[in-house]
């Protein structure tokens, strides 16, 4: 139902900043929960940031937190992750990803990425000293 793909990764010096879209297709954007997590080399995949279908409610790690802004927008079906004060830890795959609505909602459904169903291709980003 719903297709992501991901754009802005590239090479970036410790301190840095970087935004990543993602662009979603299909006409239910605006109800679906949107997430992003990141996967580094060896490592599992773990959650980086997330924004309720509304967009009035935000959740971060707190590897990332203070650092990395979600939001979205919806006239565009887009959803973006602005980081800053960017890490060499921070290096990894980073994925878009779409939960639907579903019968009854938690505040932890967000940090699960068994709850998202739908997800982007990945971007690559490197973080150098």
């Known amino acids: 139902q719903v297709q992501l793909v991901e754009s802005g990764g590239g090479l970036v010096q410790a301190g840095g900043s970087l935004r990543l879209s993602c662009a979603a297709s299909?006409?239910?954007?605006?109800?679906?929960?949107m997430g992003w997590f990141r996967q580094a080399p060896g490592k599992e995949r773990e959650f980086v940031a997330a924004i309720s279908q509304s967009g009035g409610s935000t959740y971060y790690p707190n590897s990332v937190k203070g650092r990395f802004t979600i939001s979205r927008d919806s006239d565009k079906n887009t959803v973006y992750l602005q980081m800053n004060s960017l890490k060499p830890e921070d290096t990894a795959v980073y994925y878009c990803?779409?939960?639907?609505?579903?019968?009854?909602?938690?505040?932890?459904?967000?940090?699960?990425?068994?709850?998202?169903?739908?997800w982007g291709q990945g971007t690559q980003i490197t973080v150098s000293s």
């Open positions: 299909g006409r239910t954007f605006s109800i679906y929960a």
């Open positions: 990803a779409a939960r639907p609505p579903t019968p009854f909602n938690s505040d932890t459904f967000y940090y699960r990425e068994a709850e998202y169903n739908y």
